[in-house]
C-alpha cells in the first residue's frame, strides 16, 4: 500500500494549487498533473526514509491506541518533546504511523 499521509501538508497542497492552475490555463494535461502528484508522493516518502535522521525523546500520557488495516494510531496528553537542548510542551498530540517499508502498490485516492 502506498500511504499518502503527506499530501495534507501545505508543500503538496501548494503543488496542487500550482497544478490546478496549469490545468486550467490548459498548459498541462490532467494526466500529467496526476503523475507529477504520483512523484511526489514517490519523492516525499523516500527523502523522509533516507534523509531525516534526528531523534527525538518524549513522555506522554497516552489517551488511546488502536491498530487497524497495518495503521498504528496514538492520541496522547500532555507531551513533552525533547530534542538535545529544547524541550517543548504541548497538550494533545495524535500520531499516525505506518509501515513505511511496504509501499508495494500505486493506490491513489
Known amino acids: ?12 497542497n501548494s503543488l496542487q494549487e500550482s497544478l490546478d492552475e496549469l490545468i486550467q490555463s490548459q498548459q498541462i494535461t490532467p494526466q500529467l498533473a496526476l503523475q507529477v502528484l504520483l ?3 514517490k519523492a516525499i516518502n523516500s527523502a523522509l526514509a533516507q534523509r531525516v535522521r534526528n531523534r527525538v525523546n518524549f513522555r506522554v500520557f497516552l489517551n488511546t491506541y488502536r491498530f487497524c488495516d497495518n495503521v ?14 529544547e524541550l517543548t510542551k504541548v497538550d494533545k498530540v495524535k500520531i499516525v504511523a505506518c509501515d513505511g517499508k511496504n509501499t508495494g502498490s500505486n493506490t491513489t485516492e
Do not use: C, I, K, P
Open 72 to 85: 498504528w494510531t496514538f492520541v496522547l496528553n500532555d507531551v513533552e518533546f525533547r530534542e538535545v537542548t
Open 39 to 41: 512523484q511526489f508522493d
Open 1 to 12: 500500500m502506498a500511504y499518502q499521509l503527506y499530501r495534507n501538508t501545505t508543500l503538496r
